[in-house]
């Protein structure tokens, strides 16, 4: 599980920028969860951070900052790149925008990966 949970992360950062080809269901949600577990982490040690000391606790929360900012263009790539999989064209994540549009997006980051032909 933790294997490939990290070899999942190493190419959502190697891929930053691939937004051709595709990501497995696997690979997609296995660096959703690694972003989750350390924005987590960033997280309860701001405010640790913040109980021993004011200024590391803004430190902290700086990198949590650069943390949430760096992760945006990879994360639009690895969800274009699963919606590919999908077998959907890469302006389905624009669905997103529509109320209620993130149920069904949600559901087509889900879906089987197509077979290549």
Do not use: H
């Amino acid at each position: 599980f933790i294997n490939l949970m990290i070899d999942a992360y190493k190419l959502f950062w190697t891929k930053a920028f691939d937004f051709n080809g595709v990501s497995t269901r696997s690979e997609f949600w296995y660096s959703y969860l690694a972003n989750i577990i350390i924005y987590l982490l960033l997280n309860i040690l701001t405010g640790i951070g913040m109980a021993i000391n004011e200024w590391l606790g803004g430190l902290i929360g700086i990198v949590l900052l650069l943390f949430s900012l760096g992760i945006i263009i990879p994360s639009i790539s690895v969800s274009v790149r699963r919606t590919n999989d999908a077998g959907k064209a890469w302006s389905w994540i624009f669905i997103n925008l529509v109320p209620l549009g993130g149920f069904y997006y949600i559901y087509l980051l889900c879906q089987p990966s197509l077979p290549i032909s």
